[in-house]
């Protein structure tokens, strides 16, 4: 349903070193671009994750409320992609924990204080 979603960046290189080895993890890897925006993905035409700095070149701002979720493929994904993030120098926001019986979830903010899920879910 999605085509992708965009998160902003104060700094791109240091935001593409972040995503570059996080989403790695999961099979994610830099598409295309251009200067200023990169997109990731596991392959061409499926959905994808864009960071960039802004286009009106005003500063970088997080939406309150928004939030990234990126599927782990099992508890033990998730629990790596949390791992990961915080060694890269994210936030944490909320250790993976199951949160419903289907539902299992970390979280944490990138270096630009945005919210990313690290998610797996399974059949209610």
């Known amino acids: 349903m ?17 995503y570059d080895s996080l989403l790695e993890l999961v099979g ?20 994808m994750l ?4 802004p286009a009106d070149g005003n500063a970088q701002a997080c939406g309150n409320g928004n939030m990234i979720a990126i599927p782990g493929g099992s508890t033990d994904g998730v629990d790596a ?5 915080l060694e890269l120098g994210a936030t944490d926001c909320g250790a993976p924990e199951q949160h ?16 990313i899920g690290f998610v797996h879910l399974t059949p209610a």
């Open 2 to 18: 999605l085509a992708y979603t965009v998160i902003g960046s104060t700094d791109l290189d240091k935001s593409l070193a972040f």
């Open 28 to 47: 994610g890897k830099q598409l295309m671009g251009l200067d200023r925006i990169k997109f990731y993905g596991s392959e061409a035409g499926g959905a």
């Open 50 to 53: 864009a960071v960039c700095t």
């Open 81 to 85: 992609l949390y791992k990961k993030a």
């Open 100 to 115: 419903l019986s289907f539902f299992y979830g970390g979280y944490v903010r990138d270096l630009d204080n945005n919210k």
